[in-house]
């Protein structure tokens, strides 16, 4: 293939059928000179044959008129050379003797077939005459047309001598054979003077009987008087005209007949033949051109293919000599295509000498794909894909061929590719695949021998960073915690990024010192802050802890323990360890035992709602009511709601559990005396959906409670965890006419600077404060007095809440408090007894009334 391809030249297509069609033009033309040339041969042959048969004719006839001529001239010297007929004749003709006795009359006509016979004397008159059989008066030039006298005149010239003369003439048209000669002495010698003799002339009229029995004895058929115009004629005499015919034989004709259908049938034949031949071999051509032109076409695709294709194409000997290589060796390696060729392919390809043994023995069409590299000519160290087929002939391997892909790039972007999927691109720590797998093949890697822990690490306060500060700030503080992670460990330890602020640390340290010692550095390096261009943040840590093998030999439980542990140490504060045990397990399953439960719960309706009376500060008259919910548990009994709450705010049931609690509420407090309000919590998780003021005007509406009689109360989290959001949706709820009050004022983060960002209508002092009133060392009164002077200035009504003595009462109605709540009070009760309540205090108000 290879010389092939290098010097090959394209043939002009269709070059074979246009020769072939050229020469069946030639042999064509040929066939036709040549069945021309036999023709006008057989034509002339026929011809000459006609020429030829026509002299012979001809000569015949005339040899037929000489032997006619003879005839007559001897018969007619038998009769002038005698002494009697020169004695009956010379002077007087003695016409009886010259009847009878010379017998010149009917018996020399009938015996010599001649016509008449005359005797003319020396002046040329006419003496005798016997014509027909009959006498005749006639002179014999009257019957004889022609120059009979010139005739006589030479039959004097001749007189003396044994000869006659004879003429053609004419006897009513038709030839006549005339002979004469001059009468005399046989036996003496003349005595008389030749011009005083007679003259005896013979007629033989050639009439159709003698013309016919003539050309019977010579061979002319249907010998008879012709003219000048008779196709063959013979010509006796000029004057008179004198032609003899007969039919001729055409041999000439004849041949044509024979040979030219010969001819004509051997050149259609032939010809018939040569244009088959002719027409096979343009087939032949057209199909040899077309398969050079497809042949061109292969070898140009062949050659733009292996010129346009980014793999080389190679081809060796049996020896894996290289015999060819494809344009594109040069680019892709930068050698010269010289400088392989006839060197061997595995050299090249830093391949083994019997790289391709297993090929001879697969069956033909089988290909071999495996990876090879080379060294290109800048000593860049390149990898390929080698495709190798074998090539065969006869069954035999005689050499090789295939392609090489150069696969480079492809490859690193493969190794990028996988590092990158293996990796978190802010940190640069393995993520949470990568973890995983790490995670099992220690847990492969000899189960039991080798143990290790895991360290769920959470950051505490990282999510208001990300709200507060931006995603930029949030990425730099985990970069920053990556490093200070980082720092901490050994070379045995893997660190991870798990996602968001959860990061994994993987250790062979296992005792409890270890593991202690390890976390207990980990917290203290995260007491300082962490700085970033702007900020100084403070960040706490919570690790949970799992162990393999003695907690689980599996991944993903190994995982989930750790998580469990996380959220024990989570649960104790934002700043802390704790490793995984079994009774946290234990309680996993029994929060989920128990989210399963509130699940059914809300199905099934399994709530109560109980009402706490919330007065004025005299604590004579009930203003409102807070709906706080209780849940009857089949198994359990009745469930405070700090048990449940937390868990149905984590498990978002606490939407559907709300709205059961304030519909319930309000369709209630819609029965009993105006103004009496009813006011409902609110969690957190609620606000920082969407949907709340829909779903309270939907409540709204569906009880038909006004709006100015329901408050909520929500904690200074809302504020905390979605600022902008939490003062949207007051804002709408505001405008819906809903009240708005901070509960447990005083026991998160928030200041009293919040109040004035707010819309709220009222602020319930927390009962941590109320509690220690009394206490001097607490300091309460100042802040009670404080909160009170703030919310007064805001327009808020201030409520105490937990008021359980009256000294308390007291003490809040001097610091300014305008409204109490509490077990002093009133405790949380069904709504029945609720309503009682408020009708007996509707009664009494009544009467006062009436009495005044
Ligand atoms: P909270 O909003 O601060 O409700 C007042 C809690 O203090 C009630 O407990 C009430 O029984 C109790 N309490 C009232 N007066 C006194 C007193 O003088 N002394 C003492 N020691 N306690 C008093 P409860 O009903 O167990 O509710 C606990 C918390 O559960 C509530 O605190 C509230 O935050 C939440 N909660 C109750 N019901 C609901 C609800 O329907 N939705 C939501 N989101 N949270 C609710
Ligand atoms: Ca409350
Ligand atoms: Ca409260």
Redesign the pocket.
């Known amino acids: 293939m290879s010389t092939a391809l290098q010097s090959f030249e394209p043939p002009r297509s269709g070059s074979h059928a246009r020769l072939a069609r050229r020469s069946a033009w030639l042999v064509t033309a040929l066939m036709l000179c040549l069945f021309l040339g036999a023709s006008s041969v057989v034509t002339q042959v026929a011809s000459t044959l006609n020429h030829d048969e026509i002299q012979r004719n001809k000569h015949l006839a005339r040899t037929a008129g000489e032997a006619w001529l003879t005839n007559i001239t001897f018969t007619l010297l038998d009769f002038a050379f005698w002494d009697e007929a020169y004695e009956h004749t010379h002077g007087k003709v003695d016409t009886a003797w010259t009847t009878q006795q010379a017998g010149m009359g009917r018996s020399l006509l009938s015996q010599y077939g001649l016509n008449a016979v005359f005797i003319v004397d020396a002046r040329q008159v006419t003496r005798y005459a016997f014509v027909a059989g009959e006498f005749d008066d006639r002179q014999a030039p009257d019957w004889i047309k022609g120059d009979l006298s010139a005739l006589l005149a030479q039959a004097r010239a001749k007189a003396g001598q044994r000869a006659a003369v004879t003429g053609y003439f004419l006897v009513d048209g038709r030839p006549a054979v005339v002979a004469a000669a001059a009468i005399q002495p046989l036996s003496y010698t003349l005595t008389t003077p030749t011009s005083e003799l007679a003259y005896l002339v013979f007629v033989d009229v050639l009439g159709p009987v003698s013309l016919q029995r003539m050309g019977s004895i010579y061979g002319l058929p249907n010998l008879r008087q012709g003219s000048a115009q008779s196709p063959v004629s013979l010509q006796l005499s000029d004057d008179p005209p004198v032609y003899l015919t007969w039919d001729i034989a055409t041999p000439g004709a004849t041949f044509l007949r024979m040979v030219l259908p010969l001819v004509l049938l051997t050149s259609l034949i032939f010809g018939g033949g040569v244009w088959l031949l002719l027409r096979r071999s343009i087939r032949a051509a057209e199909q040899i051109d077309r398969g050079r032109e497809a042949m061109r076409l292969s070898e140009e695709r062949f050659r733009d293919i292996a010129e346009g294709a980014s793999d080389w194409i190679w081809e060796t000997d049996a020896t894996l000599r290289l015999t060819y290589l494809s344009s594109r060796f040069r680019t892709a390696t930068g050698f010269d295509t010289s400088q392989w060729l006839g060197k061997p392919l595995h050299q090249c390809l830093n391949l083994s000498a019997g790289v391709f043994d297993t090929l001879a023995s697969q069956p033909e069409g089988h290909r071999q794909v495996m990876p090879c590299a080379h060294t290109d000519a800048q000593g860049g160290q390149r990898l390929g894909s080698l495709h190798a087929r074998a090539i065969r002939e006869n069954g035999c391997v005689v050499g090789y061929r295939g392609t090489v892909s150069d696969v480079t790039e492809e490859a690193e972007a493969q190794a990028r590719i996988a590092y990158l999927s293996g990796h978190d691109a802010l940190t640069g720590l393995p993520n949470r695949g990568q973890a995983y797998r790490v995670l099992q093949a220690r847990l492969a890697d000899g189960t039991c021998t080798r143990a290790f822990a895991i360290l769920f690490i959470d950051l505490s306060g990282f999510k208001q960073i990300n709200d507060c500060l931006g995603h930029i700030a949030g990425d730099q503080v985990l970069v920053k915690v990556a490093r200070r992670l980082g720092e901490a460990l050994q070379t045995d330890d893997v660190l991870a990024r798990l996602g968001g602020d959860e990061f994994l640390i993987i250790t062979p340290r296992v005792a409890q010192e270890c593991l202690s010692e390890l976390c207990e550095g980990l917290l203290s390096d995260f007491t300082p802050p962490i700085v970033t261009a702007e900020h100084e943040l403070r960040l706490g840590l919570c690790i949970g802890i799992a162990q393999a093998p003695v907690d689980s030999t599996d991944a993903e439980e190994l995982l989930r323990l750790a998580d469990i542990a996380l959220y024990e140490a989570k649960g104790r504060g934002r700043h802390g360890w704790q490793l995984y045990n079994a009774e946290m397990k234990t309680r996993i399953h029994e929060r989920r035992q128990l989210e399963q439960d509130l699940k059914h719960a809300i199905q099934h309706d399994e709530f109560t ?2 009402f ?1 009376p919330r007065f004025d500060i005299t604590g004579a008259r009930i203003l409102g009511a ?5 849940w009857q548990h089949p198994e359990k009994g009745l469930l ?3 048990v449940f ?1 937390p868990l149905a705010e984590e498990t978002g049931l ?1 939407v559907a ?2 709205d059961i ?1 304030m519909r319930r509420a309000c369709a209630l407090v819609a029965t009993w005396p105006e103004p009496v309000f009813v006011s ?4 957190c998780i ?1 606000f920082m959906r969407s949907d709340l003021v829909a779903r309270i005007e939907r409540t709204l509406a569906a009880t038909g409670l006004p709006a100015s009689r329901l408050e909520v ?1 929500v ?1 200074e989290s809302v504020m905390i965890d979605n600022a902008d959001g939490a003062l949207a949706l007051m804002v709408q709820l505001k405008k819906l006419g809903v009240k708005l009050s901070m ?2 004022f005083g026991t998160g983060y928030s200041s009293l600077s919040y109040l004035s960002c707010y819309p709220f209508d009222g602020i ?1 002092i ?2 941590s404060f109320v509690m220690n009133l009394s206490d001097p060392k607490a300091n309460n009164q100042a802040i009670v007095s404080a909160v009170v002077a703030m919310g007064k200035s805001l327009g808020m009504v201030v409520t105490a ?4 003595t009256p000294e308390q009462l007291e003490v809040l109605a001097t610091l300014g408090c305008d409204q109490a ?4 009070l009133g ?2 009760m069904p709504p029945d007894a609720l309503a009682t309540l408020l009708l007996a205090q509707h009664a009494v108000a009544a009467q006062t009334e009436t009495s005044q």
Do not use: F, W
């Open positions: 709602v109980v706490q807070e709906a706080l919910v209780r405070s709601p700090a709450i606490i559990l709300s609690v409902v919590n609110l969690s609620e109360e904690t509960d447990d319930k927390d009962r809440e937990g008021v359980e709540q509490g077990y002093l405790r949380p």
